[in-house]
């Protein structure tokens, strides 16, 4: 029993974690290098996960090379939760629906950030009671374990969003690399039992100064430049800066930013009529930087794209909290490595918190 | 319900888009149930006269000869759709619009007084009221299918005309330009194609044409940062839909 | 294997008549299928049309013991052009009601003015209808409509039972008049300063373009109104109906399920910022 509920064990100990989740029936979903890039994919062997990799982030550039600590790439958990396109229903031509029948699996995403783990919680408070089917159905079977983030990318801001670098609760079992040990946390029953699986001893005095040590050096490089402190609010009041207008004078409108957003959760219906009488809607993703996602027959909502850029931040940072009560932001950075021209968000957020407190 | 009459006809390109309805196979037969090919001469030796109630038409105006017949096809069509990159923006024939076409005819032919050629290769937009665009080169079969769908539904077709980035994520594709620093034209492009350059690694070539307010000129500055030339650039932006007005103009502000 | 369902699911029901109400308006009347709620005034509906696509469309008229709904459609996009093939017989698919209507109960005892441009009128006949069905719960009835030109008002051949409810006042503009018209000329706001209204005791409902609400909600605080008395019926692209799909949102707010209809002071923070 560890008072601080932080135990220690090997790096190695990590394989027969996931050899449990397998046997436990659970699909693992790890990180792997394909293409030069980390990509969450199906993984059924533990050395198929990446290792000995670091990612470079910085806006608009994303590089892989040898290292010891990665944080993350393109994909985040959104896209099994919440797939791209998703059909719902094929309407048959003497309009009876057919729905699709999908396989009960039971996902395992292993070695997610903190920041994507937050990403999840915020997708349960937008789905809430009414929300989508089937991200119910796989979250109900959902198994979290989650890597703190001991080294964030430039790109990083998860201290500032108050999700990361140590992720504090929502999971089912993290852990933390500090050299040769392994610091590891049980968050639930499961987890619990996950634990039980691994070689591990209550932590000695000596690791938690070590566990400390790292998480607040990363705390500390993982923040923006501004704070959360009545951010909502503060935006708000800068709804008509010019900032707006300046920043997004270098955006293409090409929504990379909804799509990679952890978050994101707008989708369009798409119809798919069939010359044998029947027809399909099908949800895809749709993004708030999209020309068209605010336009109606005979109008248009935000012609501009610099309201269509003042959406996307103000949604994230001030409408999200009014509709879900927690931000729609969780800093994990990709926003500003994927934006094609590297736009950066926490310039963007900072510029107008600076402005607005200046009474600018 | 009676068959939708349809003529299908090309000019200056390829056969591809055409080729495209050949390629439907399966759904061929299916729509030859609800669509008569009245006029077809890629797939059939007996063609009739109009009127059509559709007409699709490939390839860019580039003959006097060619304006003549687009003309009489619109007389004669209820709804004209251009298909392909060459009808709807003037496809790569167009790229001798960048140059003098008299210079061209004396190089290529033997006798270039024979040659009767316009001065520049445009879309058919150019010439008549075109209804309806479908982009690509060319056109994807999915795309031509959704519109005749849609068309037989009495429904004003509608195809995607934001960034070609949608697709490409919805996909699952790693973005070329951040993760390789590959030029890829897909943030000022339509889609539509189903991203199939990037899903192979390679930048979009833009065959779509410009997407819906696209912003070529801030990605020749991204361009620029990936160390490409003013050169290089025009000539990215300078393929299969260098005649779209948006591209165009980019593409001559850097050589 | 698990089957899912979806809420997007639309149901099957009879379109029992169709109206023309201009040359590109008409009235659909939809029977509804027997488990769905009956609407109330200012709620809309989401209306799919088979392989074509789906839109919503705001309740004009209930037919409450017959149990049919009518819906007044513009054919302006895609989809709602395909209306136009759509006739008496035909099956339509059908969910709704969504939204959250006129507060009606407000109205009790107060002077109801109800101001509608164009395509804005549908959503507020229920509103007409329920004032001449329960005439004494109400005070006057102030009915300010305006329209392009003459062609292009809906519902004329029913203004004359309007101007039949007891205690009722039915005021008409046009932008364009024609040869055949005799009453007044000029947009809608223009119309109000003219018409007594007595803002200590009246509430506004507002349905039309956004730049008509914009004008005629400044109108009514100039002459006194408050910014609890004024309610407008908004409009956004819509894919769900439920607040799922993100399209509608203008500030905070999901137009369709916190809206339609808003009391104006719930959104005077948002409705004048420009392309919000």
Known sequence: MSVTGLYLGRPEDLSKLFSGLLHLGYEVIGYKVVDNVLRLVNVRNFSELAKDIEDLQAPGKYRIQRGDFFRHGPDSPKKFLYPSELKLFTVMGDWSIRYPEVDEVKLAFFGI???????????????????????????SNLVLIVENCTRPASTCFCATMGTGPRAKNGFDLSYTRIGDKLVVEAGSELGVKLLNLMDVVPIDNVTYREFEDVMCKAYMAARADFTTDNLPEVLELGINSSVF????????????????????????VVDVPR??????????????????YAMVAGGHFRPDIWARYRHFVLHKFAYWIKQFGVFGCVGCGRCITWCPVGIDLRETVSRIFKEVKSGG | MRKLKVAVYKFSGCDGCQLQFLNMEEELLQLTDKVEFTMFYEAKRDNKPGPYDVAFVEGAISTPHEVDVVRK????????????????????????????????????????????????????????????????????KEQLLLFINQLLRHKVPVLPVDSLCNECKRKGNVCVIVAKGTPCLGPVTRAGCNAICPT????????????????PELLAEKFKELNLTSKEIALLLRQFTNWAKPFREVSRRYG | MVKLSSMLTPRPSLVVGVRVETSNVRTYYVKLPEDVNLPKPGQFDLLYIHGVGEVPISVSDIYYDK???????????????????????????FRGPYGNGWPLYLCEGKDLVIIAGGIGLPPLRPVIREVARNRAKYNKLIIVYGARNPKELIYRYEYVDYESIPNTELYLTVDAPDETWRGNVGVVTALLPKINLRPDNSIAFICGPEIMMKYAVKELLNMGFKGNQIFLSLERRMRCGVGLCGHCQMGPYFICKHGPVFPFWFIDRYFWVDQI
């Open chain 1, 113 to 139: 950030k903190p920041c994507d783990l937050a990403s999840i919680k915020v997708m349960d408070r937008v789905q809430g009671v009414i929300g989508d089917e089937y991200f119910k159905l796989l979250r």
């Open chain 2, 73 to 140: 096809l619109r007389e004669e069509s209820d709804i004209v759709v251009a298909i392909g990159a060459c009808a709807t923006y003037g496809g790569i024939q167009a790229l001798r619009n960048w140059a003098n076409v008299e210079e061209f005819k004396r190089y290529v032919y033997p006798n270039p007084e024979w040659i009767e050629a316009l001065k520049t290769a445009e879309p058919a937009s150019a010439y008549i009221k075109v209804d309806y665009e479908i982009y690509g080169c060319p056109v994807s």
């Open chain 2, 200 to 215: 192979y690694g390679r930048g979009c070539y833009g065959c779509y044409g410009p997407m819906i307010d696209p912003k």
């Open chain 1, 245 to 268: 207008t300046d920043v997004a004078s270098r955006c293409l409108g090409c929504a990379n930013c909804n799509l990679v957003c952890p978050t994101c959760f707008c989708f369009d």
């Open chain 1, 275 to 292: 010359l044998d009488g029947s027809a399909d809607r099908v949800r895809v993703w749709d993004g708030c930087l999209n020309y068209t």
């Open chain 3, 67 to 93: 149990r049919i709904v009518a819906h007044t459609v513009r054919f302006v996009g895609s989809v709602t052009k395909t209306f136009a093939y759509i006739r008496e017989g035909d099956i339509i698919g």
